[in-house]
């Protein structure tokens, strides 16, 4: 019934306080013996198995409320709320009108807090900023290209190791001829041409 009028926050005291009233309008002789029949059970006398179930419990007593705690002032937490606050006061100092102290320790306090809070963030942005840029100098040292453009299959990648080994592998067998080659012809002695201009005429 308290859902059907929109009340679907039950806490425990509730719960069973109204246990024993939907127990009593949940389980009647029709919906039992409806029960019994769905179930293949057909006593020869109801009445006699209905006397003997267990009746619910009486309701638990609602306990009562304790009273409200009154709430303390609400220190600001944005810069929306402190700058209307402060626009407050600064309207009643123009008008001559008294000022309240606990406004003023808002104020106070809210105008401490973002500071603090301030200075807390400068010093996270700038370590993360100082650990980002660390980790993009050791990234770019470490940065090669691999192919630009499309896509790079598995057969690609194995050819392309196959040309790196082979192209080192000529380096080192050419620079092994030149040095066999150089020994070989001996040694070579320079030769000094001079070439002069034609001279005029």
């Keep these: 019934m308290a859902v059907r009028h929109g009340t679907v926050d039950f806490n425990k005291i509730e719960f069973l306080h109204e246990i024993s009233s939907i127990r009593e309008r949940t389980f009647t002789k029709r919906t039992i013996t409806s029960g019994w029949a769905k179930g293949g059970y057909f006593p020869w006398d109801p009445e006699l198995v209905l006397s003997k179930l267990e009746q619910p419990r009486p309701s638990t007593p609602l306990l009562p409320s304790s009273p409200p705690i009154p709430s303390s002032p609400v220190t600001p937490h944005d810069a929306r709320s402190t700058l209307r606050l402060a626009y407050h006061i600064s309207t009643k100092l123009y008008t001559e009108t008294p000022i309240e102290p606990r406004h003023i320790k808002r104020l106070v306090k809210t105008s401490v807090r973002n500071a603090y809070s301030l200075a807390q963030t400068t010093r996270d942005l700038y370590a993360t900023t100082k650990v980002t840029k660390a980790r993009q100098i050791r990234q770019k040292k ?8 499309g896509v790079m299959y598995s057969k690609d990648a194995r050819k392309a190791v196959i040309a ?35 001279k005029n005429s």
């Design 164 to 198: 790196k080994d082979n192209g080192e592998a000529n380096k080192v067998v050419g620079k092994v001829g030149e040095k066999a080659a150089l020994e070989a012809s001996g040694p070579v002695f320079g030769t000094i041409i001079q070439w002069e201009l034609p």
């Design 142 to 149: 470490d940065q090669r290209w691999i192919q630009q453009g």
